[in-house]
């Protein structure tokens, strides 16, 4: 199987994103004016990030996705459990080898400029998507052709099935801009999209306040709730606790979870959602660096070894749930009696390692960087120490992620999303997934994966739950806990988490109803 690198959520965008501008405040009424009552006038929203370009050079997803979902709309949507709903099309089926993706466009609807957002329109930027550079290429890597045999139906044809297609199409892949502003001078600053706001450049700061004004020709009046939208971005977690404790957003993703009291005391409520699993990766399970991690038992005595409720409390304050499976309680492999399928039992630990012919311990060697909590390494370190491994960490700065991508590490720690089954697969399963740099094979992996890949939806659901038991017993990971992605607001705002994201889709943001 080919390489398939979606959207990542490692280490909140590690080493990937660089603080920016910013830091000014708003005066824009916050959306509840001090009541329950939502005000629907104004509403303005933290940010922790800030698009690179408003054309397909910037496209993004995770923390920019409010952004872009502002302005554009996407082909579909997702709910809030992950489920596939209308966008752009209405309605959409495969073909019975999942190769031919037909899809309904809704009629009527226009962009900005005035030009009509159709099924031609819907192709064009496909293609203009395939033609890019944009870091989410691999979305659309196994795409063939997509056509519009007439204004209301798009055709995609893909090389092969793609389990992932229908939800890159509410991602980067879907965003729809229109094909008349790509070649504009003000592209990367002027979106022209059909999405419910437009970007108001006049009383926009770059790098520090967006505004946007409702747009008056928009199709969906569910989803468009405020006459004025602004996004403030602050550059880090003391300035947007400043902003919280004094009222001057509505809504913000927020990760300081030893200040969430503060934060509530202010009066916001604290919405939850899992998406990321933290952990070690066993990566080098056929010892070409790390012989011990070879054997089955030295990896089973590594998880044997932890203790994951002791280190989400110190590290997490119980925000999260322990766990010994990647596979997030949004995919259909999910199962949650994994989760305490490796109890903590350091005798256990030595003695699976004296069995392995390890009694008298081993030693590991593993990358980190300034950017991961050191409490953390610390705690791995010393509970793996207690069984009789050490741990040696070296200091990698940026390279971390290549690093690991270059099987020089052959064990890591890391924090990875679980969204979805083939998601999960293409980070770090498959031989050639990201995150599987030893390239490791086995051929009963490989039969899950193929059914996954190219079986019906029951068959592929089963074979994600049989795959993740498989890898959880041959501790192919070990992971501690799913951490919760926090996304505080006002009383008078209704927020919906998404299952795939670590911020709201624009549209999961409401009034209180």
Known sequence: MRRHIAALSILSALLFTAACGGGATNENTPGTSGSDTPNTEALTLAQ??????????????????????????????????GNIVAGVATDWSYNDERTELTLTVREGITFTDGEPLNAQAIVDNIEHFRASSTPDLSNAQFIDTATAPDATTVIITLTEPDPMMLNWLTQPLGYLS????????????????????????????????????????????????????????????TALLNALQGGQVDGASFTNVSSLPQVEAAGYTVNTSQLDWSGLMLLDRDGAIDEPLADVRVRQAINYALDRDGML?????GYGSVTNQIFGPATSGYDEALNSHYSYDPDKARELLTEAGYGDGITLDMPSTSVIDSALLTQVQQQLSDVGITVNYTDVGTNFIS????????????????????????????????FNPFGTEDPQVSQYLDTIQTGSEADAAQAAQELNTYIVDQAWFAPFYFIDNLYVAKPGIDVTMAADMVVPYMYLIQPAQ
Do not use: H
């Open 403 to 434: 690093d690991l991508m270059g099987a020089k590490y052959g064990s890591s720690w890391m924090q990875l999303a679980a969204a979805s089954d083939w998601q999960i697969a293409t980070f770090a399963i498959t031989p050639t997934a990201l």
């Open 48 to 81: 922790t990030d800030i698009p690179a370009a408003w054309d397909i050079s910037g496209y993004a997803s995770g923390t920019k996705t409010q952004y872009f979902t502002a302005v554009y709309d996407t082909i579909l949507r997702q709910d809030g459990d």
């Open 178 to 237: 229109s094909p008349a502003s790509w070649d504009s001078e003000d592209a990367t600053t002027t979106p022209v999209g059909s999405g419910p706001y437009i970007l108001d450049t006049g009383a926009t700061v770059s790098g520090s306040t967006y505004v946007f004004t409702k747009n008056d020709e928009y199709w969906d009046d569910s989803i468009q709730q405020w006459d004025t939208l602004t996004f403030q971005y602050y550059a880090d977690q």
């Open 313 to 317: 409390n110190a590290l997490q304050l």
